[in-house]
């Protein structure tokens, strides 16, 4: 059995979390950590893991963290780092959920999170948790940096195109819209419920933090920079993501087949039949990313659609997906869920 701990389980993707780590077959739940609600109970806070979650929240202690096999952090940008180097040179090895680790270059991360990061020294050693592109790299880590939500359904969509070198590298656009879950479980004006429902609204325009990320990865797959046009929007839904992306052909080239071949191996990647529109109902709940590829009038622009939960394929099930390859277990265990409808 894997020995895991969770250091920030009162959010959404901690709750999320939970929620797929009860049911796998190979883990055991060792610690739970939260300041402000240590001594409570787990299924005090989360009603929905009540008979499955015995534990009590606890205060975050290292040296707790330190008898565990793994660690998920679950927890706002910023906090991993001041745990990693300690939990790291104890023999645990790390899933951060947050982006910590994401950012090869350390100082563009400081440049977007607007903070000196803490543990530089184990941004080169993180493995970036996207198992369509690292998973033999993922088998060796130590620590992972689990993708964003965004990165996660934009890259996915765009990496076959780009590694076939079909597109025009210059002019990409993802226009990218999210649940407001995607903003966390704290209270803020814009995901109040008179705020959010009833209007759809775009943000970020003028750049997105997670806009390094995506191009990290795409420029990764072009070997060569890539920056693409990135503008998010807030939706009034629970859960999801859809990404619309845009990329004009420079070569001919069967999308579909290209797209099937790419991804015919990936578990978790659904290439839909040609002429489909995947929503966001169609992944929620599960670890799926479902994509659909068009080439509108059979002009020279392709449109791709990418639909993933962004608690599940975009933050904790692609979490467990990571911990499965790690460990050497089977890659779909414990978050083979099927979506849930209505």
């Not at 939260?34 to 806070?45: F, I, L, Y």
């Not at 001919?252 to 099937?260: K, M």
Request: glycine share 8%.
């Amino acid at each position: 059995m894997i020995k895991v701990g969770i250091v920030g389980g009162t959010g959404y993707t901690g709750v999320e979390l939970l929620r797929l780590l009860v049911q796998h077959p190979q883990v055991e739940l060792r610690a739970i950590t939260s300041r402000q609600e240590a001594g409570s109970a787990v299924s005090g806070m989360f009603p929905s893991l009540r008979r499955h979650v015995s534990l009590k929240f606890t205060a975050p202690d290292d040296a707790a963290l330190e008898r565990c096999d793994v660690v998920f952090f679950a927890t706002p940008n910023g906090v991993a780092m001041q745990h990693a180097r300690a939990l790291h040179g104890a023999g645990v090895r790390l899933i951060d959920i947050a982006a910590d680790f994401r950012l090869r270059d350390v100082a563009t991360w400081e440049k977007w999170y607007a903070t000196k990061h803490a543990c530089p020294e184990l941004v080169a050693e993180a493995v970036y948790g996207l198992p369509e592109v690292n998973r033999e790299q993922i088998k060796r880590a130590r620590v992972v940096a689990n993708p964003g939500c965004y990165p996660t359904a934009v890259q996915l969509g765009l990496i076959p195109l780009i590694e076939a070198g079909v597109v025009d590298l210059d002019h990409l656009i993802a226009d990218a819209k999210s649940g407001v879950s995607g903003a966390g479980r704290r209270a803020e004006m814009h995901t109040l419920f008179c705020e959010a429902a009833d209007t759809l609204a775009a943000y970020g325009v003028p750049g997105h933090r997670h806009l390094p990320e995506i191009s990290q990865g795409l420029s990764a797959a072009a070997k060569r920079e890539v920056v693409p046009t990135f503008v998010p929007h807030l939706t009034p839904m629970i859960r999801g993501i859809h990404a619309s992306l845009y990329a004009r052909l420079t070569a001919e080239c069967d999308l579909q087949a290209l797209y099937e071949r790419r991804y015919a191996n990936e578990p978790f990647v659904d290439v839909m039949p040609a002429g489909s529109h995947p929503g966001t109902r169609s992944v929620r709940g599960s670890n799926f990313c479902r994509i659909a590829v068009h080439r509108p009038q059979s002009r020279d622009v392709a449109v791709v659609l990418s639909v993933i939960d962004n608690l599940v394929k975009g933050a904790s099930g692609q979490a467990v997906q990571n911990m499965n390859i790690m460990f050497g277990l089977t890659e779909t265990m414990g978050i083979e869920q099927v979506a849930l409808l209505p």
